[in-house]
């Protein structure tokens, strides 16, 4: 099993920036991916997650508006879009996949396998 995560850099606040989480090694289609992130000094965090067995979606309150995670089914690959960035969002962002049929959070304990994070930093 393989999650790699790709997009993250630096952004100005306001900016935008598209998290990639390429997955293989598993049915793609019987998981949810959800993307995570963890500030220095803070508690990991979910931020967006989706099913992949009936399309449901979770955002975060802090996030709404802002974010849209997407799934290309074809390419098993999870995306984030992150408009209208904040200083606040920066972290290191993690992709993860768990069996779960239908999101209605992302509890991290649900989800199996991990990506090795990527690094986001939004500048004021």
């Known amino acids: 099993v393989q999650l790699v995560e790709s997009g993250g850099g630096l952004a100005q606040a306001g900016g935008s920036l598209r998290l990639s989480c390429a997955a293989s090694g598993f049915t793609f289609d019987d998981y949810a991916i959800a993307w995570f992130r963890q500030a220095p000094g803070k508690e990991r965090e979910g931020v967006a997650s989706?099913?992949?067995?009936?399309?449901?979606?979770y955002y975060t309150h802090s996030v709404k508006g802002r974010f849209t995670i997407s799934s290309d089914n074809t390419r098993h690959t999870v995306y984030l879009q992150m408009n209208s960035l904040k200083p606040e969002d920066t972290a290191v962002y993690y992709c993860a996949a768990g069996p779960i049929a239908h999101v209605v959070y992302a509890w991290a304990d649900e989800y199996d396998y991990w990506g090795q994070g990527t690094q986001v930093t939004v500048s004021s």
């Open positions: 989706i099913s992949n067995t009936d399309g449901s979606i």
